[in-house]
């Protein structure tokens, strides 16, 4: 199935926007714990963030639900069928 939308603006508005939070969120923690660590967790949460997006814009754009929109982006067997078989096994 071939779909196209020209949907590049919101993602690009909502990866910056996750990316300035990230960054605000980075100097707050840092500031208060002193530890680097704690401030990397807010990469992990813009990730989580603009993951959510693309399986819900994938979603809306498919047609299904963001479960059935991750199960298939998780789905292995696919791309499996797309392996040469090999025919001259002995």
């Known amino acids: 199935m071939i779909k196209t ?3 590049h603006l919101r993602a690009a508005v909502v990866y910056a926007a996750a990316a300035a939070a990230a960054v605000l969120l980075a100097a707050v923690l840092l500031k208060f714990t002193g530890k680097l660590a704690d401030a990397g967790m807010s990469l992990l949460l813009m990730d989580v963030a603009m993951a959510t997006y693309a399986l ?3 979603g809306r754009l498919s047609g299904n639900s963001v479960v059935e929109s991750l199960r298939s982006a998780l789905n292995p067997f ?4 797309l392996l040469p078989t090999n025919t001259n096994a002995h």
């Open 5 to 7: 939308a020209n949907r």
């Open 78 to 81: 696919p791309l499996l069928r």
């Open 56 to 58: 819900r814009a994938a």
